[in-house]
T-cell receptor, first 113, second 117 residues
């Protein structure tokens, strides 16, 4: 079974600084998808960024980018110019086919003003 | 376009009872998937329904079941509730389901928070 590990239960960063959230996963598959989802307090979970495993180029969405290392099975999220609205739980997730999303335990991101 | 709607938002039940949660997906979305979120286990996949058929099921006991109606609305049912079933239950919809997530994304509801006493 696939597993997703987020080793940082909580991270804190100063507003406007850059922070990197770690994620590693375990799979024997070569074709899959990876996601970072954001869950603000008492609000819906929303997709932050998506990466297809067959693409070597790292995905980027505005201030959010990933460092995808397929051989190392690592998928970290970098948030540049952190803003107060970035404060949330961040979940790394793995998907292959219709097997359902496998989520990590999450990282609680705190933004210090 | 209305988002994913889950009802009820909060409910309290006692052990041994059963509960039914409802999820209305975004209009046009044919897939609804369900997740259980607890502090200890995190987010776990329960099952996915696509066009009224269960496509896949996570590693949960048979007490957890679901169904999907012709209008894509979905319900999940938990029978013989246990204390450990206390959780936030999230549903998510997508146009083509988890198998099609390479082209789309999941849209989550705000969840139904179940407390079992």
């Amino acid at each position: 079974a696939q597993t997703v590990t987020q080793s940082q239960p909580e991270m804190s960063v100063q507003e406007a600084e850059t922070v990197t959230l770690s994620c590693t996963y375990d799979t024997s598959e070569s074709d899959y998808y990876l996601f970072w989802y954001k869950q603000p307090p008492s609000r819906q979970m929303i997709l932050v960024i998506r990466q297809e495993a067959y693409k070597q180029q790292n995905a980027t969405e505005n201030r959010f980018s990933v460092n995808f290392q397929k051989a190392a099975k690592s998928f970290s999220l970098k948030i540049s110019d952190s803003q107060l609205g970035d404060a949330a739980m961040y979940f790394c997730a793995y998907l292959r086919g219709a097997d359902g999303l496998t989520f990590g335990k999450g990282t609680h991101l705190i933004i210090q003003p | 376009k209305a988002g994913v709607t889950q009802t009820p938002r909060y409910l309290i039940k006692t052990r041994g009872q059963q509960v039914t949660l409802s999820c209305s997906p975004i209009s046009g979305h044919r897939s609804v998937s369900w997740y259980q979120q607890t502090p200890g286990q995190g987010l776990q996949f329960l099952f996915e329904y696509f066009s009224e058929t269960q496509r896949n099921k996570g590693n949960f006991p048979g007490r957890f079941s679901g169904r999907q109606f012709s209008n894509s609305r979905s319900e999940m049912n938990v029978s013989t509730l246990e204390l450990g079933d206390s959780a936030l239950y999230l549903c998510a919809s997508s146009p083509e389901g988890l198998a099609g997530l390479n082209t789309g994304e999941l849209f989550f509801g705000e969840g139904s928070r179940l407390t079992v006493l």
